[in-house]
T-cell receptor, first 115, second 113 residues
C-alpha cells in the first residue's frame, strides 16, 4: 500500500459522536486525498490537500472537515456522525497533480459504521 | 452529466481463460483514463493510465485500449489467474487536476479453478 497507513481500520460509533480518521504516509508526497466508497457508487472525493495547511473540498464534503499540520498526516473529522456516513474511507496520495502520468496510491481503507 | 459506466457489473470465468471488461464515459473535457484493480478489503492499485493519444497500453497480462472518438475503453485480461479475482475500476480525469477524477462503479471479476 505504498507507505500509507490508515487508522483505525475499523470503527463502530453512534450517531452524533465525533470521529477522526487518520492517514499517515511515509512517501513525502505533496497531495493527499480522502475518498468514500459505497455500494453502487464509484469512489467519491471528500476533501484533498495540496500541501501543509492547504486543503480544498471535493464532491461530497458536507459533514466532513480535514486538517493537515504535517506533510505526512491528513486527518478526516466527522463532527457529528450520521448513519449516512457509514462507508469505507480511503486515503490516497500522489506526488503531483496535473501531470498526465500522475498516479494516486491508495491506503488500505477504514470501515466506519455509524449506528 | 459526467459519468463513467462499466460493464458487466460482475463476471465469472475459469482460470486460464481470457476476458474483456468495458468502460464507457461521457466525461468532458477528457484528460486521461485509468484502470485500477481493487482486491477485496484493500485499496485500489493502478494498472494503466492512457491519454487521448494512446490507443493501447499493456501491463503484463493486462491490456487496456482507448477509443477517444467513441469514448470507450476496454481492459483485456489474458490467461486469467486466481489472483485476478478483484474489482476493476475505470477512472476518467476531466482535466489536468487529479481532484477531477470520475470513478466508475467497477466490474467484479471472479476467477474459478
Amino acid at each position: 500500500d505504498a507507505g500509507i497507513t490508515q487508522s483505525p481500520r475499523h470503527k463502530v460509533t453512534e450517531t452524533g459522536t465525533p470521529v477522526t480518521l487518520r492517514c499517515h504516509q511515509t512517501e513525502n508526497h505533496r497531495y493527499m486525498y480522502w475518498y468514500r466508497q459505497d455500494p453502487g457508487h464509484g469512489l467519491r472525493l471528500i476533501h484533498y490537500s495540496y500541501g501543509v495547511k492547504d486543503t480544498d473540498k471535493g464532491e461530497v464534503s458536507d459533514g466532513y472537515s480535514v486538517s493537515r499540520s504535517k506533510t505526512e498526516d491528513f486527518l478526516l473529522t466527522l463532527e457529528s456522525a450520521t448513519s449516512s456516513q457509514t462507508s469505507v474511507y480511503f486515503c490516497a496520495i500522489s506526488e503531483m497533480s496535473g501531470s498526465l502520468s500522475d498516479t494516486q496510491y491508495f491506503g488500505p481503507g477504514t470501515r466506519l459504521t455509524v449506528l | 452529466k459526467n459519468q463513467v459506466e462499466q460493464s458487466p457489473q460482475s463476471l465469472i470465468i475459469l482460470e486460464g481463460k481470457n476476458c474483456t471488461l468495458q468502460c464507457n464515459y461521457t466525461v468532458s473535457p477528457f484528460s486521461n483514463l485509468r484502470w485500477y484493480k481493487q482486491d477485496t478489503g484493500r485499496g485500489p492499485v493502478s494498472l494503466t493510465i492512457m491519454t487521448f493519444s494512446e490507443n493501447t497500453k499493456s501491463n503484463g497480462r493486462y491490456t487496456a485500449t482507448l477509443d477517444a472518438d467513441t469514448k470507450q475503453s476496454s481492459l483485456h485480461i489474458t490467461a486469467s489467474q486466481l489472483s485476478d479475482s478483484a474489482s476493476y475500476i475505470c477512472v476518467v480525469s476531466r482535466s489536468y487536476n487529479t481532484d477531477k477524477l470520475i470513478f466508475g462503479t467497477g466490474t467484479r471479476l471472479q476467477v474459478f479453478p
